[in-house]
């Protein structure tokens, strides 16, 4: 059935959505069952002190807002009112970045010591990022693939350059792109290697993170990632991570692929043993293996390097990037490897209407020249050994281990520390923002922008909090 806004907003229909959906919202005046914007009016907050003139505040008023709240408190509301609740943030409601530094809604000022998880490696609202962004929007923002536009072939041959990779598929999430991966190196495995059909495996390791779509979360071991989503997809083995000798126990003659991060960022910065990545190079080599690199957070200058396989001195089949590639203005990612992987693809075996568009493809060649132009893969390889050598010098109670490369830095803290949350909080009291990773490592991954004092000045303010009791 195909709804119109109109029927959306109509009686009838209103009337089915509301009882399928607004369980918990006695408003069923619209499809989903909240108060809908169909009037056009402008959703702002009340000040503190009461004196809104420029809001018409929910035009319904079932519900007004309490004017006594902050303007944080209100828009935290706000967000637990309407959204699903899949994220538990920070309460702090950030309203302007540039560089390094976040402003809240209440005007105070903080570091940005999490960078959108690596999205935003170039810092807030880049200027010459944003520009090249306006430039375009001003032309031409999409095509689809049906036609073909003038950014997406300079965009695959810089990419390309940039990273030695021979061919590109641009998408637009994370997870996508390790989908378009495991659907390239199924085929691949297919063809070239000529295992059954539909029997393909693929490894992958302990502890991974690589998104959150149903292929990826079926192959997590992380049960709160799984819980009440399966069945999930059949062809993936997991093995630990860092263990070369457990890999080459796993693989069959199906076997078709490796998938790995190079550092395990959402697994608390674990950082393998030394010589592992070179090891599954030629672990690959030998049994015929595409050897897969996620690097959507560790790729585009976060470790020192262009890319962290690069530390190996060794390449991947297939490496992911993702993130940075937005310059944190709009989401990019893409599939780099070699002319076998993603040659399998034919026309109409694969795509996204908004993978590769003009617009994400000038955004995305600008931020790759702001991480050469502005020498921000060398920042981070100098200014993360002196961020993570300073905190190593921290004298605490609470941590067990600062481990890390580049400016992706986790402090492991002991089990007697209480949790990363509480240090996360008072961290943030003191205006640096980071979040805890697993429960017990708080990761430090500013912005690649960031200079030797700003770290002393963040440093001044970690310190007594790694010493608090
Ligand atoms: C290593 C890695 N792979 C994949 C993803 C998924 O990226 P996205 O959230 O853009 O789908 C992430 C996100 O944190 C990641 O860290």
């Not at 069945?231 to 003659?253: M, N, Q, V």
């Amino acid at each position: 059935m195909k709804v119109t806004e109109q029927a959306f907003t109509g009686r009838g229909l209103a009337h089915f959505f509301a009882l399928s959906r607004a369980k918990n919202v006695p408003v069923p005046f619209t499809a989903r069952g909240g108060q809908s914007p169909v009037n056009g009016y402008e959703t702002e907050l009340i000040p503190h002190n009461g004196n809104n003139t420029t809001f018409s505040p929910l035009a319904h008023k079932k519900k007004p807002m309490d004017q006594t709240l902050s303007k944080t408190r209100q828009l935290i509301d706000l967000e637990e009112q309407y959204g699903a609740h899949n994220y538990k943030p920070l309460d702090v409601v950030i309203q302007r970045g540039e560089g390094i530094w976040l402003w809240d809604v209440e005007g105070k000022k903080y570091m940005d010591c999490l960078a959108s998880y690596s999205a935003v490696n170039q810092g807030h609202c880049h200027p010459k990022i944003k520009q090249a962004m306006i430039e375009q929007l001003d032309k031409l923002t999409i095509t689809s693939r049906a036609f073909r536009n003038d950014q997406l072939p300079l965009f695959y041959k810089e990419i390309c350059e940039i990273t030695q990779s021979h061919k590109v598929l641009p998408m637009n999430s994370g997870a996508e792109a390790v989908e378009t991966v495991i659907k390239a190196v199924r085929k691949w495995g297919y063809t070239e290697k000529k295992v059954p059909r539909d029997r393909a495996e693929i490894i992958v390791a302990e502890n991974n993170f690589h998104g959150r779509t149903l292929a990826i979360v079926g192959f997590s071991s992380e049960q709160s990632y799984r819980e009440g989503f399966g069945p999930f997809a059949p062809g993936f083995k997991i093995i630990p991570y860092g263990d070369s000798a457990a890999l080459e126990r796993a693989i069959t003659p199906n076997t078709v692929a490796f998938l790995v991060e190079p550092i395990q960022g959402e697994a608390g910065v674990v950082v393998p043993p030394a010589g592992y990545i070179r090891e599954v190079r030629e672990i690959c080599n030998r049994h015929n293996l595409a050897m897969i690199l996620d690097e959507i957070q560790t790729g585009l200058g976060r470790t020192g390097k262009m890319l962290a396989e690069e530390h190996d001195g060794v390449q991947a089949d297939a490496t992911l990037v993702g993130k940075a590639l937005s310059g944190g203005f709009y989401p990019v990612s893409a599939v780099l490897s070699n002319n076998e992987i993603l040659g399998v693809f034919f026309p109409g075996e694969h795509g996204s209407t908004f993978g590769g568009n003009p617009l994400a493809c000038a955004v995305a060649r600008t931020a790759m020249r702001v991480l050469v132009e502005e020498n921000l893969i060398e920042n981070a390889a100098v200014q993360g050994e002196y961020f993570m050598s300073k905190l190593r010098d921290i004298d605490s109670p609470h941590v067990a281990e600062v481990r890390g490369k580049g400016l992706l830095i986790g402090v492991v803290l002991k089990d007697s520390a209480g949790g990363a949350r509480r240090f996360c909080e008072a961290l943030m009291d003191r205006g640096l923002l980071c979040k805890e990773t697993h429960e017990n490592v708080i990761r430090f991954a500013p912005p690649l922008v960031i200079k030797r004092e700003e770290i002393d000045w963040a440093l001044e303010r970690i310190r007594p909090v790694l010493q608090m009791d």
